[in-house]
């Protein structure tokens, strides 16, 4: 499994970004390599998290290449102060089974 974590700092929306945002969000969680999403902030610094999974490295590699997700992309200074992205192997996952999350129930990693 993958995970692609997005951390930034939003600074503004507007009528193009969430029009972006919603296509985006559309194409990733209608994709086949699609497991699941997390969400976070530090409400402190004003940053928040997105995190997606993906079974593979293709479901990464198709985001990457989506058309709305590259003009995102190259406008990104206009609504975010910064950005990071994080890219991770997930090797392991396990919990008491009281948490009903997708991700954590994943026996087969």
């Known amino acids: 499994m993958i995970s692609a974590t997005f951390i930034f700092k939003q600074k503004s929306t507007d009528i193009e970004f969430e029009t972006l945002d919603h296509s985006i969000e559309k194409f990733v ?22 995190v997606y999974y993906f079974q593979s490295e293709k479901g990464l590699a198709a985001l990457k290449t989506f058309s709305e997700h590259k003009e995102a992309k190259s406008k990104y200074d206009k609504w975010y102060e910064g950005y990071k992205v994080i890219i991770s192997q997930v090797l392991h996952t396990y919990g008491d089974g009281n948490l009903d999350h997708s991700i954590l129930d994943r026996s087969d990693l």
């Open 29 to 50: 969680t209608n994709h086949p390599e699609y497991l699941g999403r997390d969400q976070w902030s530090n409400q402190e610094k004003g940053i928040l998290a997105v």
